[in-house]
C-alpha cells in the first residue's frame, strides 16, 4: 500500500471520527440544556408556589383571624371583669 494513501485514508477516518465526535458533543449539549431549561421552569414555578404559601400562611396567622376561629369553632371570649379574680399572696 502507498504511504500516501494510507495517510490519506487515516486523515479521513480522523476528520470523520472528528466529525461523529462533534455531532454527539452538540446532541449531549443539546439535552443538556433542554434538561436545564425544565429545571428552571420547575424551579420558577416552585418559587411562585412558595411565595403564595408565605402569603396564604401570614392571613393565616393573623391575631384577628386567630380570634374569629377562637370564638366560632371553640366558644372562646374575652373574660368580663366579673370573671378575673386577683389572688393575693
Known amino acids: 500500500m502507498n504511504p500516501r494513501l494510507f495517510a ?4 479521513v477516518v480522523a476528520v470523520l471520527a472528528s466529525a461523529v465526535a462533534v455531532v454527539y458533543s452538540r446532541h449531549l449539549h443539546r439535552q443538556a440544556y433542554i ?3 425544565m429545571l428552571e421552569h420547575e424551579r420558577d414555578e ?9 402569603l396564604e400562611q401570614a ?6 383571624r386567630i380570634e374569629q376561629v377562637a370564638g366560632n369553632r371553640i366558644g372562646m371570649k374575652y373574660p368580663t371583669d366579673a370573671d378575673i379574680v386577683v389572688l393575693q399572696p
Open 59 to 64: 392571613t393565616w396567622s393573623e391575631a384577628n
Open 35 to 37: 434538561s436545564l431549561t
Open 46 to 54: 416552585l418559587n411562585i408556589e412558595f411565595g403564595r404559601l408565605q
Open 8 to 11: 490519506l485514508a487515516l486523515m
